[in-house]
């Protein structure tokens, strides 16, 4: 019912910046929260940053001051700008939203919560 397709990441520099895209499409309602989550190997999926809404944000401590997120409500995408990049945030970046999605059958709605497929990010030293 909601897919997010993700693009932008590779191979960068320490020091270096990327960009991660994230659109969704689907029966969508609306939108409630977008974000990004990373798995390193070995590690837990954490929390990068979550945008709402209403544009308020939060962000891992670990990435506070180097990475933004921002989302463009009309074309539901969101982005994750991510400046001065060090080898420990080199991951796997997952895109998540938590959508208000039209049911096909029956009518109504039904809040979901989906993950992208996935965008590799490598940081070299």
């Known amino acids: 019912q909601v897919q997010l397709v993700e693009s932008g990441g590779g191979l960068v520099q320490a020091g270096g910046s990327l960009r991660l895209s994230c659109a969704a499409s689907?029966?969508?309602?609306?939108?409630?929260?977008m974000g990004w989550y990373r798995q390193a190997p070995g590690k837990q999926r954490e929390l990068v940053a979550i945008?709402?809404?209403?544009?308020?944000?939060n962000y891992a401590n670990s990435v506070k001051g180097r990475f933004t997120i921002s989302r463009d409500n009309a074309k539901n995408t969101v982005y994750l700008q991510m400046n001065s990049l060090k080898p420990e945030d080199a991951a796997v970046y997952y895109c998540?939203?938590?959508?208000?999605?039209?049911?096909?059958?029956?009518?109504?709605?039904?809040?979901?919560?989906?993950w992208g497929q996935g965008s590799l990010v490598t940081v070299s030293s």
């Open positions: 945008v709402t809404g209403g544009d308020s944000t």
């Open positions: 689907g029966s969508i309602k609306r939108i409630n929260v």
């Open positions: 998540y939203a938590e959508a208000l999605v039209v049911l096909t059958m029956g009518g109504g709605y039904k809040n979901l919560e989906v």
